[in-house]
């Protein structure tokens, strides 16, 4: 809300205020004070003072009863007399206190509409801030895909060379006498390893540099993740996947538009990280761990938190959780790009992906998906 919108709010309050004023000096009060000070009302009075003296004289037997009401009706005019000689400092004080009260509203008002303001702008610049940090990691994700688009083309060449020069040469030992030694044939062979370790390197670099934008469709966050649950049930042997019951809110709590081919793929490399930290199913020293899937119905967004019950991440990786090639495993395997990857996916639907809580006890991450445009969530979940 502008100052200038608060300035009229203020005017309008004013306004009022002066109305309210000007009603009771003019009208209010005239009608309060006014009715009992008529003149024609005290010159009644005072002819029935008169007519109350003679009736007591010409009734001697109710002498007694003429001589109350005489007095009643005297006492009362004195009041009106004192009331009339009051009254400009009667209608002082009384302004005053109204002028008190009305002063009153308006500094409650005032203050309300002024605290109401600073909240306004408050959440404002945080959803400015959040915005601007949420492009800035779009920007910077998106120059780590173009040097990934670099790097996978000069890589594609090369390798594609030593591919051929490497079947020529195994074409020319194989017409040798004698044949070649085991020793020539396992260097061939960890050759061959090596240029597949790289083709998966180049391949994982052109993944990366190739994500499409995402062609969103309207969906229900809950039923996407359970049907995500069941599907990769037993793609990580190691690994059990769980979602938690449907939170208790409306229909339309947790509906999103969202590509679902390309959250599926951000939930894949979250739980991928998760099943690669844990030591492989069957091992006595660890059972198998748990992802659990928990939907949260926020004000703007939906959260869907991953929660895992690995080792955690290390302290020093954490600033940098989300950077490209930054990775925990063991020097070639793996370039570090599963988590760049996701989180580069929830930017481009508007969202964003959160590192929320990890320790040696587990790691979740939060995935915030926004509502669709002019939907309001449930009274239950605004609250």
């Known amino acids: 809300m502008s100052w200038r919108s608060a300035a009229f709010t203020l005017g309008g309050l004013l306004l009022a205020a002066a109305t309210v004023l000007w009603l009771f000096e003019r009208q209010i009060s005239a009608v309060w004070f006014g009715l009992g000070l008529r003149p024609e009302v005290l010159a009644v009075l005072e002819r029935s003072l008169d007519d109350q003296k003679e009736l007591a004289r010409l009734d001697p037997e109710g002498r007694a009863a003429y001589r109350r009401r005489f007095e009643e009706t005297?006492?009362?005019?004195?009041?009106?007399?004192?009331?009339?000689?009051?009254?400009?400092?009667l209608?002082?004080?009384?302004?005053?206190?109204?002028?008190?009260?009305?002063?009153?509203?308006?500094?409650?008002?005032?203050?309300?509409?002024?605290?109401?303001?600073?909240?306004?702008?408050?959440?404002?610049?945080?959803?400015?801030?959040?915005?601007?940090?949420?492009?800035?990691?779009?920007?910077?994700?998106?120059?780590?895909?173009?040097?990934?688009?670099?790097?996978?083309?000069?890589?594609?060449?090369?390798?594609?060379?030593?591919?051929?020069?490497?079947?020529?040469?195994?074409?020319?030992?194989?017409?040798?006498?004698?044949?070649?030694?085991?020793?020539?044939?396992?260097?061939?062979?960890?050759?061959?390893?090596?240029?597949?370790?790289?083709?998966?390197?180049?391949?994982?670099?052109?993944?990366?540099?190739?994500?499409?934008?995402?062609?969103?469709e309207r969906h229900d966050l809950h039923r996407v993740v359970a049907d995500f649950a069941g599907t990769f049930a037993a793609a990580w042997p190691n690994l059990e996947l769980r979602l938690e019951p449907r939170p208790a809110a409306g229909a339309d709590a947790f509906t999103v538009e969202v590509d679902r081919e390309m959250l599926r793929r951000a939930l894949v490399n979250l739980c991928d990280n998760s099943a690669l930290a844990l030591p492989p199913a069957g091992l006595p020293e660890r059972p198998r761990g748990t992802v659990v899937f928990r939907l949260e119905g926020l004000v703007d967004d939906v959260a869907l938190d991953v929660t895992d019950d690995g080792p955690g991440i290390p302290e020093e990786v954490r600033p940098r959780v989300f950077e490209p090639y930054v990775t925990t495993r063991p020097p070639g395997e793996g370039m570090g790009l599963g988590l760049a990857i996701a989180k580069k996916i929830l930017l481009d639907h508007g969202g964003d992906l959160e590192l929320r809580t990890t320790s040696p006890e587990g790691t979740t991450f939060r995935l915030l998906l926004p509502r669709p445009p002019g939907e309001l969530p449930d009274p239950e979940v605004r609250s």
Not at 74 to 89: A, D, F, S, W, Y
């Open 74 to 89: 005297r006492e009362l005019l004195q009041h009106l007399r004192i009331l009339e000689h009051n009254r400009p400092g």
């Open 91 to 216: 209608l002082r004080r009384s302004g005053m206190v109204l002028l008190a009260l009305v002063g009153g509203l308006l500094v409650i008002g005032g203050s309300a509409h002024l605290v109401r303001m600073a909240a306004v702008r408050e959440e404002t610049a945080r959803l400015r801030a959040r915005d601007r940090r949420r492009l800035a990691e779009l920007q910077n994700l998106s120059g780590w895909q173009e040097t990934a688009r670099r790097h996978a083309h000069e890589m594609k060449t090369p390798l594609t060379a030593a591919r051929l020069e490497l079947a020529r040469l195994q074409q020319l030992a194989g017409g040798e006498a004698p044949p070649p030694s085991d020793e020539v044939r396992q260097v061939a062979g960890s050759v061959v390893e090596e240029l597949d370790r790289l083709g998966r390197f180049a391949q994982e670099l052109t993944g990366f540099a190739r994500l499409q934008r995402p062609r969103r």
